[in-house]
């Protein structure tokens, strides 16, 4: 280490002193003129740049302002706020309650509108709404604001339903003997109806409407089923309100009547007493019979006075008719003669007790002759369906009571008219369908007279057989029904259309061969079989025609009409009325019983061949045509009665290609 020579400088002293006080750790020197140079100190490192302000993260718009409720009703509440600048929208939210639920409701609202009513609520409920606005630039994919807080509204107290009016034109129509049909205006808002009846004057209950079981309908009508024959009945009807309809109430009832037909009690009397006579007849005998007494004895005889006396056996020689012991239950009958039809026999019995005398009496009349009938008495309309048929010349005898019905005989079932002598089970067949027939009609008179006519035309049902009942009554007894002399007929109905059956129709060279079908399997109103006894039960017809020709010297083709279901009667062959060309002509073919057949399926038509049209001619100015289009028209025909036409879609029979 060198040492300091040479004057002392107060200048380095002081800088001594300062490194000294400082506690540098270094010296600093002279000698003469040389100086040691101070140590320097390093650069520091100079600092980073300092990192750029990280990107803020993007905000949602402000949340509305001010929601409120601004109307309710006793169904909904309206809330609204106040618009927040540049919302494209908002969502609201309902709740029933003040907690929110990802489940509850939400709804969209299109900006500028700042109100959202929710509806289809109860009455004096409360309902809680929040609601955010979205900003963006579609409604399905918005930024959304913080949610408000809920606000709760209130709906009103729901007004008093309105009960509703009773239906108009509440009527009953259409009885037959176990249903009446009723009809009813259709009730505004109404969602179903309730339909009662009762027996005239007597306690309400549900109707049957159709055999439901059920006395309530959607509809304006109901067909009232399970009734009494020949009885009155009163309805009434009103409407019922949906369940949730809390404007309007049950209606008001609308009351109508009606009367089921049939036969109705029998009221004119024929006879009297207290052994309860009672009679039946055939077409031989009047068979009286009543119920025995314990210990009594019986004579009888028949009355000699007329039948409008109070006591018609007061001259009658009694004939002895005893039975010792008799209160066995085993009823007394006896069989008296009846040798002409109309014969009216009365019998007067008596027990033979003197001192303890008990008489009765009874008028019976022998079963009456049938009502004549023949089949050009039937009503047929330009349809060929039956509307009407026609018996005539039924005798009616004074003081009994007639009835009348029409009993239905499906041909295919027994006839019920017997030629001679019915045996027991056809007798049994008679009564039993004729019993079960429709009522036509019942009455009573004070002279005798004879019924020209007696028309049915409701109910009839087509390819069924008909026979007219009839049967004389009193309060004491009645017929047996009239064996039918005569079955008047309806027309068959209308077949299913026919079909193409494609399993069978080929094409051959120039020709194609068709066959049709008529699916019949099931069907009650048409012959089953297409032949019976090698008799064809159906007509039919094939019809064939060009779809489009051409006139000679005519640039393009015209079209040939297709023929209409009227044209099966007609059978036409120039639809276009003309006769310098026959491209446009009709070509009928008979499909006569040979082609037709029977199978599992119903009822094949082989129509024979249909020629192909040659292929096109290529000169533009001849005569050409098309394709060949087909149908056929099939009618069901019984008995000499033809039932509707019903035609096929047209088939196509494509023209013969070029070679």
Known sequence: MKSFTGKFSSVRGWALL?????????MISACGD????????PEPTPAPPPAPPPTPEPTGPAAPENLRVSASTSTSITWMWDAVEGALGYQGQFSTDATFAETDPTFIVVAPNTSHTVSNLSGNMTGHFRVRSGTGTSLTDLTYSEWTDGVSGS????????AFAAPGSFTAESATDDSISLSWDEVDDAASYEVDQRLAGGTWGDADCGGTGSN??????CVAEGLDEGTDYEFRVRALPASDDTTNAIGE???????TTGSQAVTTPGGMGDLDVTWTADGDSITFTWSPMAGSEYEWAPATGDIEDANPCGGTTFNDLTVTNAGTGAQFEVDVPAAAEGTIIGLCVRTTDKDNRALSFAWGIRRPDPATATQTEATVSDGDVTTALTWTDLDIKTPFEYEIRVAADPRRDNDLVVAGTPTAAQMRAVQAACGD??????GDTDVDFTLDEITVSSGLTPYTGYVLCARMANTTGATEWAVPAAKLLTTPGKPPTPTIDPSRTEVVDANESVVWRIANRNMATVPRTATTG???NYVAWRVHYNATYRVTGATSNRSTPAPRLADCETRGTDPNDDTDHTGDDWTWTEIVAASMSTDNNGIALASGTIPRNPPLADPANTDTTGDTRAAVCVRAVDSGLNGPWVMSGTHTVRRQPRP
């Open 155 to 162: 709906t009103a107290a729901p007004a008093p339903a309105t």
């Open 534 to 536: 090698g008799t064809a």
């Open 437 to 442: 027939g429709a009522f036509v009609d019942q």
């Open 34 to 41: 040389e100086e040691t140079p101070a140590p320097t100190t």
């Open 253 to 259: 009832w609308a009351e109508t009547d009606g009367t």
């Open 18 to 26: 300062l490194a000294l006080l400082l506690g540098a750790g270094m």
């Open 216 to 221: 309530e309908v959607d509809g304006t009508s």
